[in-house]
């Protein structure tokens, strides 16, 4: 099937944070597939934007995203409600209101499960549950509104430190590459193969340095930066604008 007006939804993932263009704007998985899918009169917009839960997005993005009248709609996102301490309750109800809303407007939707960060983080073991109850939630929206799974939580290479940036939650540029092909499979989307080669070697087991280092550059000046924004009522993602607001060609 051939897709003219794709749009993507989502979050910092959806975004594209971590794969770096050389002159320092980000790609991201959403902008990869739109280079496949780029042809004469293709049009892609991405309303993403970082910080930003389920609930957030059914508000602020899915109106704008039914305004385009999309032929193809990418959901990411759940990330930032498992990190955020919704509970599996809350997070079920957000994943069924967003991918039915999304389903009533656009004829293919893509959804997406999560790969489970919890070993990578301290207390992992307390987010677990919460990422569990989200990819349970996406499956299952997944089937009852007819959308696309791409099924990310099933990848070998997310137990690869590879596949994350340097915050071990955001996808690496081969993170969002690989990403980006898993989304083309399911839409049975010709792609260049190397997107989904297995990693060649294993990645070099982190030091307690690296530990250190992490910490240091990237748990802190998060939490620090969370905690403020709680004491300010300032919300993740306030004052950002979502990448491409509207329907343009590639170029």
Not at 57 to 73: C, I, N, R, T
Not at 142 to 158: M, S
Request: hydrophobic residues 45%; charged residues 20%; aromatic residues 8%.
């Amino acid at each position: 099937m051939k897709y003219q007006r794709f749009v993507a939804i989502g979050d910092s993932c959806a975004e594209g944070l971590d794969d770096l263009l050389p002159d320092g704007r980000y790609r991201g998985w959403a902008d990869r597939v739109a280079s496949v899918l780029d042809a004469p009169g293709f049009r892609y917009a991405n309303l993403a934007v970082r910080g930003r839960r389920l609930d957030q997005m059914l508000v602020e993005q899915v109106p704008s995203a039914a305004a385009l009248k999309p032929d193809l709609v990418a959901v990411f996102g759940g990330g930032n409600d498992v990190m955020s301490g919704a509970s599996a309750a809350q997070i079920e109800q957000r994943v069924d209101a967003l991918v039915r809303a999304v389903t009533s407007f656009a004829p293919t939707v893509a959804v997406f499960t999560l790969s489970d960060v919890s070993h990578r983080m301290p207390f992992g073991w307390r987010v677990r549950p919460r990422i569990e109850a989200l990819n349970a939630a996406v499956r299952a929206a997944a089937v009852q509104y007819g959308a696309l799974l791409v099924d990310v939580e099933a990848d070998e290479c997310v137990h690869d430190s590879r596949y994350f940036g340097p915050d071990r939650l955001h996808l690496s540029s081969l993170g969002h590459r690989r990403l980006a092909g898993h989304l083309l499979s399911a839409l049975e989307i010709p792609f260049a193969s190397s997107w989904l080669a297995p990693l060649d070697g294993a990645a070099a087991p982190a030091s307690l340095l690296d530990h250190w280092r992490w910490l240091r550059d990237q748990v802190l000046p998060v939490a620090y930066t969370r905690t403020r924004n709680k004491l300010i009522g300032r919300q993740p993602g306030d004052g950002f604008r979502p990448k491409r607001p509207t329907l343009l060609p590639l170029a």
